[in-house]
């Protein structure tokens, strides 16, 4: 017995020796939800419902050009569910999502200015759904990013979980089928134009990856059926935000640590209906700091990346948007020998499918 434990410990004491990764508190998100203020189905008593049973920590409402839910029922946590109220600012296109502002630009004001009117504010904004399609047996005209010279949003939603599952329903018998399998069409990660943008975006400039869900609950005429109910939305796509601290159940320096952690690029997109397990970590290391995902730093050598994972993955590192290396387990750890913008993408179970996707490090020259 005595040996067994001992062991255990030789092996703990191992594992941490090789993985004394920065220490981050992790919480999951469920961003990008309608409510009953625009056209979502539910209240937002019965969403945050819907958020405590899947075990939301963070909920981030984004009702079309409205922050009612700031007045009824109120930012902050309601149980043990932080309510971030925040909007999707919607002109005809080029749909931004935002977070931590008073007042919301009008939805007619030119891009440029909504954003400059968010970022005035201290106020976060991200591209909704940039390359979305529309779909023609949903009725559904295409709310793409068509501005592409704009810059100076914080970030761009890598993965949208109703865009993206809408580019499947060809008719009527695909939109069925495909509403008995919401997940399906997430099996193997995000479009890869949005994965493509993303990366030519973060050469250019730091932009944060976020992934949303898009949640309205509405109902499909003649059936129980919703696309989708919330339960099954918020088992969908997270975001997953790292924190230096703990959460305190305080409103006020929650939802600034929150704020924090999403403008800097601290957090990662997770298929959740994969699982939910905490514990993923990405950094980078040399022998004078460790820096995390989302972080800037100037290349030296000796320096590595590394990750851990909670369950054996895939592993994709993608630097500049090109794989450079894949490996399997619980671990990461290579050398980097050249400056480059660093993300990786970890696939899981028997059939390979698309899991989590980090921020990248931007290696600097
Ligand atoms: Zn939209
Ligand atoms: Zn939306």
Same mark, same amino acid.
Request: hydrophobic share 35%.
């Given at each position: 017995? *005595?040996? *067994?434990?001992?062991?255990?410990? +030789?092996?703990? #004491? +191992?594992? *941490? +020796?090789? !993985?004394? /990764?920065?220490r981050y508190y992790e919480y999951s998100a469920v961003l990008h939800v309608h409510s009953r203020y625009s056209d979502g189905f539910g209240t937002v008593p019965e969403i945050l419902g819907q958020a405590r049973e899947a075990e939301v920590d963070i909920l981030g409402l984004t009702d079309h050009d409205t922050r009612r839910a700031a007045e009824d029922p109120g930012e902050g946590y309601h149980g043990r569910v932080l309510l971030l109220v925040g909007a999707e600012v919607t002109p005809r296109q080029n749909h931004v999502l935002t977070w931590f502002t008073e007042t919301l630009p009008p939805a007619n004001e030119p891009l440029h200015t909504i954003i400059q009117r968010v970022s005035d504010q201290g106020g976060l904004s991200f591209i909704a759904h940039p390359n979305d399609r529309g779909n023609r047996t949903l009725r559904l005209p295409s709310y =793409?990013?068509? &501005? =592409?010279?704009? #810059?100076?949003?914080? /970030?761009? &939603?890598?993965? !949208?979980?109703?865009?993206?599952?809408?580019?499947?329903?060809? /008719?009527?018998?695909?939109? %069925?089928? !495909? %509403? =008995?399998?919401?997940? =399906?069409? %997430?099996?193997?990660?995000? #479009?890869?134009?949005d994965l493509a943008l993303w990366d030519r975006l973060a050469q250019e400039r730091p932009t944060v990856g976020i992934g949303g869900v898009d949640a309205h609950a509405v109902p499909v005429p003649r059936t129980h059926w919703k696309v989708f109910s919330y339960g099954v939305s918020f088992h969908a796509i997270r975001t997953q935000i790292f924190l230096t601290e703990p959460l305190s159940h305080q409103n006020g320096p929650d939802l600034q640590q929150i704020k924090r952690a999403l403008r800097d690029g601290h957090c990662a997109i997770m298929a959740a209906h994969l699982g939910r397990e905490k514990g993923f970590r990405y950094w980078i290391e040399d022998p004078s700091q460790v820096q995390f995902m989302g972080d800037r730093v100037s290349f030296c050598p000796k320096m590595r990346l590394r990750g851990i994972s909670p369950v054996k993955a895939i592993w994709h590192v993608v630097r500049n948007g090109g794989r450079v290396h894949t490996t399997s387990g619980h671990l990461l750890d290579i050398p980097v020998v050249e400056p480059g913008c660093y993300r990786v993408e970890l696939f899981r179970g028997k059939k390979g499918r698309a899991w989590i996707y980090s921020n990248p490090i931007y290696v600097e020259a």
């Amino acid at each position: 017995m *005595r040996d *067994r434990i001992g062991k255990i410990h +030789a092996k703990t #004491r +191992a594992t *941490r +020796a090789m !993985n004394p /990764g920065p220490r981050y508190y992790e919480y999951s998100a469920v961003l990008h939800v309608h409510s009953r203020y625009s056209d979502g189905f539910g209240t937002v008593p019965e969403i945050l419902g819907q958020a405590r049973e899947a075990e939301v920590d963070i909920l981030g409402l984004t009702d079309h050009d409205t922050r009612r839910a700031a007045e009824d029922p109120g930012e902050g946590y309601h149980g043990r569910v932080l309510l971030l109220v925040g909007a999707e600012v919607t002109p005809r296109q080029n749909h931004v999502l935002t977070w931590f502002t008073e007042t919301l630009p009008p939805a007619n004001e030119p891009l440029h200015t909504i954003i400059q009117r968010v970022s005035d504010q201290g106020g976060l904004s991200f591209i909704a759904h940039p390359n979305d399609r529309g779909n023609r047996t949903l009725r559904l005209p295409s709310y =793409r990013w068509t &501005e =592409r010279d704009i #810059r100076d949003f914080t /970030g761009i &939603e890598v993965w !949208n979980h109703l865009s993206h599952w809408s580019d499947r329903v060809k /008719g009527i018998p695909t939109g %069925l089928w !495909n %509403l =008995r399998l919401p997940w =399906r069409v %997430l099996y193997n990660g995000p #479009r890869a134009e949005d994965l493509a943008l993303w990366d030519r975006l973060a050469q250019e400039r730091p932009t944060v990856g976020i992934g949303g869900v898009d949640a309205h609950a509405v109902p499909v005429p003649r059936t129980h059926w919703k696309v989708f109910s919330y339960g099954v939305s918020f088992h969908a796509i997270r975001t997953q935000i790292f924190l230096t601290e703990p959460l305190s159940h305080q409103n006020g320096p929650d939802l600034q640590q929150i704020k924090r952690a999403l403008r800097d690029g601290h957090c990662a997109i997770m298929a959740a209906h994969l699982g939910r397990e905490k514990g993923f970590r990405y950094w980078i290391e040399d022998p004078s700091q460790v820096q995390f995902m989302g972080d800037r730093v100037s290349f030296c050598p000796k320096m590595r990346l590394r990750g851990i994972s909670p369950v054996k993955a895939i592993w994709h590192v993608v630097r500049n948007g090109g794989r450079v290396h894949t490996t399997s387990g619980h671990l990461l750890d290579i050398p980097v020998v050249e400056p480059g913008c660093y993300r990786v993408e970890l696939f899981r179970g028997k059939k390979g499918r698309a899991w989590i996707y980090s921020n990248p490090i931007y290696v600097e020259a």
